[in-house]
């Protein structure tokens, strides 16, 4: 049975019996340490220790069928958040085909204003009105939209269902992060970082779906090309926003996501938060030891740790995560204490600034060369006399499948001592920079192929790291803002990528050397984060 919550509440850690019989720590007890040990000002005193109980209730019951079957559906927002700027870059060619006049970087920055809109509405909201319907609606969202623009008469509108799809895209990483991380017991978090290998797979399907379809029905040239004749990208698009309506479906009608527990003690709900991890329990054949009163008796040792005073209901309100007390608080400060929540104390806003300059960073760079990846192959395959759409595209199929290992090595460098996530990050994010700078070197198609190859590979763990390691550094009453706002202010930095773009020769290495360069200056900043969650429990 669970141990009793100490009424001092000073420990750093809640303590269940092991159903697994995985003896860790003494007298077979699990011992659970998490991220902001020692910085304890940085979050809600009485969230805190709740979510050290939910902690040691989900490490209880273990890793089991309704983890991994969420670590599916969770997924599917993975694999959507790089298809559909991956499908962006690889039809923009066709498109600017067909447009005459149309300028593709024109159709980036739509994509990039949906993304950065969706990542703040998705994200923010989540915490709002909680983590279901945020994490139901965007797969939908994207496949109506990009259904819709498959039959697109102009560049105009085009642009317009690009921004309307990714508005559903952008959301789906600051929700489905958090979703994913709030039902893992602390011994598996570790899988959040191979989730990234969704991604992979994302890429690699939106270049399979595009290399025939672009390859056999679109024109060689802007010169006379009809939509007749220029059908490819319209068929990709199809193609994709229907299995986007699969995936959704998969999600909202066979798929049943309970409440976050942690977004529910969050608001103050905890007979329904019990009732969840009861039944996650139950799904997985297990039972659970966690009791309202577990969480009633952590509530009470904080909020009144000197006993029924004259103060104590006024220290309550100020700090208890009742119904009542969230709903003064709420009227007081509106949905502002989220925000706040990030920049608490000094090293928590240390944290959140430098997560935000390696997100911007990353996300000006990544744009900047991956949306125009089929531009710069196709241009430099011209110059090595191999350009043909056919060689393009297969070459694309190939940087996607080097993606996948990628994310595989990131979930098992995460966990090694002396790397940890804030070492992975900063190692695969400079190497990303090195691999595509060194790529300017080429003079073969099949050198400037190696240097892509090596570029898309530590992407991979670079991504599938980064991922990982900012849902982790936030409490997760304020995870869903924290996600949005590094979403956010990643998007605002995208959108620069096709301003820089719009002024830029993409003919020329000029774009590649800004891209590198960034990289590299991000993965220096990464090494400078103050937390390292390896071994520790995320809240």
């Known amino acids: 049975m669970p141990a009793s919550p100490n009424t001092a509440v000073d ?17 077979g007890l699990i011992e659970i340490r998490d991220v902001f040990d020692g910085e304890e000002d940085a979050v809600d005193p009485v969230y805190h220790a709740k979510a050290r109980v939910l902690n040691a209730a989900f490490q209880e019951i273990g890793m089991g069928r309704y983890q991994w079957y969420l670590f599916f559906v969770t997924g599917f927002g993975w694999f ?13 060619n066709p498109v600017v085909n067909e447009f005459a006049g149309f300028k593709s970087p024109f159709l980036v920055l739509a994509q990039s204003i949906g993304l950065m809109i969706g990542a703040l509405f998705w994200g923010v909201g989540s915490d709002i009105w909680g983590r279901r319907w945020s994490f139901n609606l965007t797969l ?16 105009i509108a ?11 895209v952008g959301g789906n990483l600051p929700v489905d992060s958090a979703v994913f991380l709030e039902f893992v017991p602390a011994t598996h978090q570790w899988l959040l970082t191979v989730l990234s290998i969704w991604w992979a797979i994302g890429q690699l399907v939106a270049s399979l779906v595009a290399w025939p379809f672009i390859a056999n029905f679109s024109c060689a040239s802007a010169d006379d090309c009809p939509r007749a004749s220029n059908q490819g990208w319209r068929y990709v698009l199809w193609t994709s926003g229907a299995l986007m309506v699969v995936l959704f479906v998969l999600r909202f009608f066979v798929f049943h996501l309970y409440e976050s527990p942690s977004y529910l003690i969050g608001r103050g709900r905890d007979r329904e938060a019990v009732a969840v991890v009861r039944a996650v329990a139950e799904y997985n054949g297990r039972t659970s030891s966690l009791t309202l009163e577990m969480l009633q008796e ?16 006024a220290q309550s309100e100020n700090v208890s995560t009742s119904a009542k007390a969230a709903a003064m608080r709420k009227l007081r400060k509106i949905n502002i204490n989220h925000l706040r929540a990030l920049f608490a104390t000094k090293k928590m806003a240390y944290s959140t600034s430098l997560l935000l ?38 070459n694309q199929v190939i940087l996607s499948i080097m993606g996948i290992p990628g994310s595989l090595l990131a979930g098992w460098m995460v966990e090694q001592r002396g790397l940890g996530r804030r070492g992975t990050l900063a190692v695969s994010t400079a190497l990303t920079g090195v691999f595509l700078l060194a790529s300017t070197t080429a003079r073969t198609s099949n050198a400037l192929l190696a240097w892509n190859c090596g570029y898309t590979f530590t ?9 990982a390691i900012s849902p982790e550094l936030f409490p997760a009453k304020d995870r869903g803002t924290g996600n949005a706002l590094l979403g956010a202010a990643s998007r605002v930095f995208s959108v620069m990528a096709p301003l820089i773009a719009l ?20 993965g220096l900043v990464a090494l400078l984060l103050p937390f390292e969650p390896r071994g520790r429990a995320s809240i």
Not at 80 to 92: E, H, K, R
Request: proline share 5%; charged share 15%; with cysteine.
């Open 11 to 27: 420990t750093k850690m809640e303590t269940f019996k092991d159903p697994a019989g995985e003896v860790e720590g003494p007298a």
């Open 80 to 92: 959507a958040d790089n298809a559909w700027p991956t499908l962006t870059g690889l039809i923009i």
């Open 140 to 155: 939908f969202i994207t496949s109506i939209f990009a259904l819709a623009a498959g039959g697109a008469p102009n560049a």
């Open 158 to 168: 085009l642009c317009a269902l690009n921004a309307a799809w990714n508005l559903g």
């Open 298 to 313: 952590v509530e009470q040792a904080v909020a009144h740790p000197h006993g029924d005073d004259k103060d104590s209901k």
């Open 357 to 394: 300059t390696v997100w911007a960073l990353i996300e000006l760079a990544f744009p900047l060369y991956n949306n125009f990846v089929t531009v710069f192959l196709q241009t430099r395959g011209a110059d090595f006399g191999d350009g043909s759409l056919n060689i393009t595209y297969r």
């Open 459 to 467: 992407n991979n763990i670079m991504y599938g790291t980064l991922y």
């Open 503 to 522: 002024y830029t020769d993409l003919r020329t290495s000029v774009p590649i050397y800004v891209s590198g360069t960034l990289f590299i200056v991000a």
